[in-house]
């Protein structure tokens, strides 16, 4: 099975699961034990943080720990001060149903998927406390224009909040060049396993915690920490980034020149670089998701956790894409391991079940 579908979840790292197995047998101790054992896990979760620090660009106290980027995210939007948040349409569950627990305003985004930082400023009100834009959409892979938005947010006086799910470990990152005060990740994303991920908080940004109990990560998220999946973000963290955009790039025009009919979204804005959403008019994507999986291929049709849904794609609809097209459309995300040869094999499946399925489709003529 050639595997086509990082954006859902990458495959773990030999050495993130080499990392995870060493922490579980040899760093078993609760690392708020003072004793030696204690000490050897604290050790282990201490060296994970710095090293998410320094894939992050920050100083190691900066980063909590959580148990994913549902719960970062969850924490960033839930636990910033009272009052008004803005946040955009296409941004990833965590974040849509966290802000709606709050006063909020939902700005969309234009028809290449970028948020207009114009529109973020139209949004903000004298009681805005947060604003909470997505560095890059999983489904699309559209990179936003965090920095421009970072000097809204600046001019206000309100915190910024990005969900770097999509980014870190693809693209170099510097938070403090993007000017964000909270910034999340997710290590299944990545080579980790699932079940850890972390939240950057700029040092002097104040969170309500969102789970109590004890004093674990400077009092801003309670409970034992996962010594070995931490352990395991670590070792992900150091990974080198793997180089997609050749074989993205390569992909995109071997795509355009052998089906018609299709679109490419979001391909006129900036991008990260394993992504790539393409509309194969005429094909319902399930359908397709299928064909290529009996062919060997594991694709998605967006977000997997949004599978299931009946409804168009939401990031999709806030492009102002119609449901016909929003249900052809599949994503391709790709990763550490992807070759020219998956490449080309793809493209061979691909054109033959998109030209298959056209054939039975009594929405293509």
């Given amino acids: 099975m050639r595997y086509f579908d990082h954006n859902a979840t990458a495959p773990v790292a030999p050495e993130a699961l080499e990392a995870m197995v060493r922490a579980a047998s040899e760093a078993f101790g609760n690392p708020s034990s003072i004793h030696m054992h204690g000490q050897r896990a604290r050790q282990e979760v201490e060296a994970a943080r710095a090293a998410v620090a320094a894939l992050l660009g920050c100083a190691p106290k900066e980063v909590v720990f959580t148990s994913g980027g549902t719960e970062a995210d969850n924490l960033a939007v839930l636990g910033a001060p009272e009052g008004h948040v803005v946040t955009s349409a296409i941004e990833h569950p ?137 352990a395991a973000l670590g070792a992900a963290a150091r990974l080198p980034r793997p180089e997609t955009a050749p074989l993205r790039d390569c992909f995109e025009a071997l795509v355009r020149e052998r089906i018609p009919d299709i679109t490419i979204h979001g391909a006129s804005a900036p991008r990260v670089l394993n992504t790539s959403n393409i509309a194969f008019h005429g094909v319902e994507a399930e359908a397709l998701v299928i064909a290529l999986d009996l062919a060997g291929f594991a694709v998605s049709t967006g977000a997997a956790c949004s599978s299931g849904a009946t409804r168009p794609s939401h990031v999709l609809e806030a492009m102002g894409m119609p449901p016909a097209v929003s249900r052809a459309s599949i994503r391709f995300s790709l990763g550490r391991g992807n070759t020219m040869e998956d490449i080309e094999a793809l493209v061979e499946a691909l054109e033959r079940a998109v030209a298959r399925l056209r054939k039975l489709s009594p929405a293509y003529a």
């Fill in 94 to 230: 965590a974040v849509l149903e966290a802000a709606r627990k709050r006063n909020a305003t939902f700005v969309r985004c234009g028809g290449d998927g970028r948020v207009d930082p114009d529109e973020i400023r139209r949004a903000l009100r004298p009681d805005t406390v947060l604003i909470s834009v997505m560095h890059a959409n999983n489904e699309t892979g559209v990179l936003q224009p965090i920095e421009e938005i970072a000097a809204i947010a600046r001019e206000s006086g309100a915190l910024l909040h990005s969900d770097g799910v999509q980014v870190a470990g693809r693209m170099n990152l510097d938070v403090r060049a993007l000017g964000v005060d909270l910034y999340t990740v997710s290590g299944h994303k990545f080579g980790a396993p699932k079940g850890v991920g972390a939240l950057f908080v700029r040092d002097g940004v104040k969170l309500e915690p969102r789970q109590f109990g004890g004093r674990h990560e400077r009092e801003r998220r309670a409970g034992t920490e996962n010594v070995p999946g931490i």
